[in-house]
């Protein structure tokens, strides 16, 4: 017997755990019966046992009465206290995947949901780890998880880097601390041969898109000898694997200056000073400055943060969507490449390729697209949770109409 069936436990409504026995992990907070557990008997994090209709224990969960989503699966079954040997466990399946994908101890390592840990993300640079907490019942397990990432992975340093806008819907503060080891030193991410300087305190989100590792790799065929313009290019990812890739010319344009001067050491420290610019501009802007002075790329990479973050945000959102790819094709030089990317889970695919080909009629164009393009391995999507599946983007080649 273990401490699991010492919680509380947390009733559902009649049929409202079709979603849960679907495979989804989060209850809310209207599919609770609050007649027979209200809601107000629990403390933001507290762990609970979610029980059906009939009174069967489904699994050991999470609660946050503040939040929308009231609940998480983090167990199914009665077997698992939330407590670090279920986290030592996680964090060993999670581990095994990445070891199998990857050779170098680069990467996510645990993907919230998908990797059955929600709440969590964690990314790997070799020994240092940059962990973040997005919800309460992980922020009141954080002892727990530290101690379970220590044993598993014995890093020189674990930085909780807990300052994402989503904690807000949580009522967590922003903050960022060292969790383990000793700070100090350099903290690298490597990637297909590349060097690049990460800073887990300064840096955005957690330090580095591993996301779009995979999608970079379409690159090498499409570069060599080419003007590449990595829009949105924070340290450089898209623009110094080009460069490596043998671009001719590349130019990195990000609105932040500590994002900017890094690239400039990036490519420095890979030996491709040479061929790489950095600007500190305002996409939007630099666009438009580069299409008055007539100025043309063969390949655009246009790599933006979330413009839509909430559902109510997609018409302006998409609409952004469709100002950026337009502006784009409009420095593409003539049979160019585009590369454009969206994070926005509220973005659908086939809405942002719509976008593009919107933009291409308006400017009397022709659209190839070549490749569809997804978040890299280490971000698994889980099936019955569409919100893990946020990254999508398509290479496409734009042609004078015909
Ligand atoms: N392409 C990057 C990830 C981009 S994250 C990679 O592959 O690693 C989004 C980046 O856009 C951030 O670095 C942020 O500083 C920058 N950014 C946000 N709004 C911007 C704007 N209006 N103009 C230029 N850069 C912007």
Redesign the pocket.
């Known amino acids: 017997m273990t401490d699991a069936i010492e919680y509380p436990a947390l009733h559902m409504k009649k049929g409202e755990d079709a979603r849960l026995r679907a495979g989804h992990l989060w209850v809310f907070s209207n599919e609770i019966d609050v007649a027979r557990s209200p809601l107000s008997g629990f403390e933001p994090g507290d762990a609970c046992v979610i029980v059906d209709h009939h009174g069967k224990p489904l699994g050991v969960a999470y609660v946050n009465p503040n939040s929308l989503i009231a609940a998480r699966l983090v167990a199914r079954g009665m077997d698992h206290a939330l407590d670090r040997s279920l986290f030592v466990h996680r964090l060993n399946v999670a581990l095994a995947l990445r070891e199998r994908l990857y050779d170098e101890p680069y990467y996510r390592l645990v993907f919230g949901d998908s990797d059955g840990l929600p709440g969590l993300t964690l990314d790997r640079y070799g020994d240092v780890l940059v962990g973040q907490t997005t919800t309460a019942g992980m922020e009141r397990l954080k002892d727990e998880l530290t101690a379970a990432i220590v044993k598993v992975l014995k890093p020189r340093q674990l930085w909780w880097k807990n300052d994402a806008g989503s904690r807000s819907m949580e009522q967590l503060p922003e903050y960022c601390e060292l969790g383990h080891g000793d700070a100090g030193g350099e903290v690298i991410a490597r990637e297909a041969g590349l060097t690049f300087g990460v800073d887990p305190v300064g840096g955005?989100?957690t330090g580095?898109?591993y996301d779009?590792r995979e999608n970079?790799d379409q690159l090498a065929r499409l570069v060599k000898g080419r003007r590449v313009l990595?829009?949105?290019?924070?340290?450089?990812?898209?623009g110094l694997r080009a460069a490596a890739y043998g671009a001719s010319d590349v130019v990195c344009?990000?609105?932040?200056a500590p994002?900017v001067e890094a690239i400039a050491a990036n490519a420095e420290r890979n030996g491709l000073s040479d061929r790489v610019t950095a600007v500190k501009?305002?996409?939007?802007?630099?666009l438009k400055a580069l299409r008055e002075a007539r100025e043309r790329y063969d390949v655009v990479?246009l790599?933006?943060?979330a413009f839509i973050k909430r559902k109510k945000d997609f018409r302006e959102g998409s609409l952004a969507y469709r100002r950026l790819n337009e502006l784009g094709m409009q420095v593409l030089a003539k049979d160019g490449v585009l590369i454009t990317?969206s994070?926005s889970h509220h973005m659908p695919r086939a809405a942002l390729l719509d976008s593009v080909q919107h933009g291409a009629r308006h400017l009397d164009r022709q659209v190839q697209m070549l490749v569809a393009l997804q978040q890299a391995a280490d971000h698994p999507v889980h099936p019955a949770i569409p919100e893990t599946d946020y990254l999508k983007g398509f290479v496409c080649r734009v042609l004078p109409a015909q």
């Open positions: 955005q989100k580095w898109f779009q970079r990595d829009m949105f290019s924070y340290l450089g990812g898209w344009v990000d609105a932040s994002a501009a305002d996409a939007f802007d630099h990479i790599d933006p943060p990317c994070c």
